[in-house]
């Protein structure tokens, strides 16, 4: 079977999700066709004959189609329409699905966009700082690990995460707060942006952070807008070359894309020349990407051949994923540990449930998202984009992710106090997994 070249796992924005119906031949129209009528009936069609399900996970689908179409008639641009083609694709309950506006492809007149320079996601029911770029601007406007996030710039968290977090949808809440932040986290280059903190006991404050120019090689595929993808490795060896700390690879990156799997290549041979048996792969608030990104990468860690990260059913065929294998020099073949959280998602759940079905790493962190479909990009008659699925997964033992997630073998949740100490919990366990046993 012949599968889009742009077929990846990456969890997109946020979708407004919901749930419950077969497919059919849609109720023809009196009205004269439109732009957004022709889209409304093709994204109907091309959802119908491509989902994996062909019952269309029990929702009539034909039902759907006959009850939006009025909705759709009256649609006047793309803007209104969206909301009618996202409570269609909702029906269905699942990830993966998405509308994107066609502006989002267009160059925008604001001026270019940069980066605030942290990371943040729930922690304890509320957003808080998890990193701080070295030498970003929130460190240089005094942003630091363990702050409480309670607004940036006009959009107060507080009043938000509720709705975010008890939404109806296939996201889980970390999921959906981590795609938000990913999004507030974007602002105009140099222009000041007011993020109010609470620092443990004292009173909230605001700090300004102006952001700069995004960080990382840019990436483009197919029908996705350029995006800029960073990759970080290091050799961890706190006691040097002569103590008893076993050194280990750690590696952390933004998105399975290309540029990463170059640098992850390198990383690994650099590691390998230096004697280094054991590594870390860091996914937390990894939103996935491009599939054969993931088997590569897995295969610097897996030394079996014929190995797979799972397996995805379309309505006519099965696609194995198997793994990439590589030579001695690019393989690590000693103790692996894979961090993951609520942020995880697709191409990252792939990879982490497939090392641990092989027995091939110990996954530790927390449950992540469970959105785990293969999908792909399409232009629809109207100038947007739409993100539609194709293929569901199972693991390598034969289980589903979708709406399930990956579950650690040692749950090591992340604290406020923890990270305003400077302790990265779910590293440092994985660090302690990986090292050599006759380590103290």
């Known amino acids: 079977m012949r599968f889009p070249t742009s077929m990846l796992l990456l969890a997109l924005a946020l979708m407004p999700l919901g749930g419950c119906p077969k497919t059919g031949t849609s109720t023809p129209s009196t009205k004269v066709a439109s732009p957004q009528v022709d889209t409304f009936e093709y994204v109907w069609k091309r959802v119908g004959e491509s989902f994996p399900d062909a019952d269309m996970n029990g929702v009539d689908w034909q039902a759907v189609h006959d009850e939006l179409r009025p909705k759709a008639e009256a649609a006047a641009d793309p803007d209104a329409l969206r909301p009618i083609l996202k409570d269609m694709l909702g029906r269905v309950g699942v990830s993966h699905f998405a509308i994107v506006p066609g502006r989002v492809y267009r160059p925008r007149g604001t ?205 006519e065929a099965n696609l194995e994923l198997s793994i990439r294998p590589r030579i001695s020099a690019e393989r690590i073949d000693g103790p692996v540990a894979v961090v993951i959280d609520g942020r995880s998602a697709s191409s990252s759940e792939v990879l982490a449930s497939g090392l641990q079905d092989l027995d091939r790493a110990t996954i530790i962190g927390e449950q992540s998202s469970g959105l785990a479909l293969m999908s792909a990009f399409e232009s629809l008659p109207n100038g947007d984009r739409m993100q539609f699925v194709f293929a569901d997964l199972t693991s390598p033992d034969g289980h589903r992710l979708e709406g399930i997630g990956v579950t650690p073998d040692l749950v090591v949740p992340p604290t406020a106090e923890a990270l305003r100490s400077g302790h990265d919990l779910a590293l440092e366990a994985a660090l302690q997994a990986v090292r050599s046993p006759e380590t103290p």
């Open 111 to 315: 001026g270019p966009k940069g980066d605030l320079g942290f990371d943040a996601g729930l922690v304890d029911g509320a957003v808080h700082v998890l990193s701080v770029r070295a030498g970003g601007p929130a460190e240089q406007a005094g942003l630091q690990p363990g702050d409480r996030i309670d607004q940036i710039g006009d959009t107060v968290l507080t009043d938000v995460l509720a709705e975010l977090t008890t939404a109806d949808s296939p996201r889980g809440p970390a999921a959906t707060v981590g795609s938000l932040m990913r999004e507030l986290a974007l602002q105009p280059i140099g222009e000041p942006c007011a993020v109010h903190i609470q620092r443990g006991e004292h009173t909230p404050e605001p700090i300004t952070i102006r952001p700069g120019p995004l960080q990382g090689e840019v990436f483009k595929m197919g029908e996705l807008p350029a995006t800029l993808v960073e990759t970080h490795t290091r050799i961890d060896d706190p006691d040097g070359p002569d103590g008893p700390l076993a050194p280990v690879l750690v590696i952390r990156f933004s998105m399975f894309a290309m540029p990463s799997a170059v640098a992850i290549r390198h990383a690994v041979i650099d590691a390998r020349a230096q004697g280094v048996e054991a590594a870390v792969i860091d996914l937390r608030g990894n939103p996935g990407g491009m599939l054969d990104v993931a088997r590569g990468i897995a295969g610097h860690f897996v030394p079996r051949r014929s190995a797979s990260l799972g397996t995805f059913r379309t309505r």
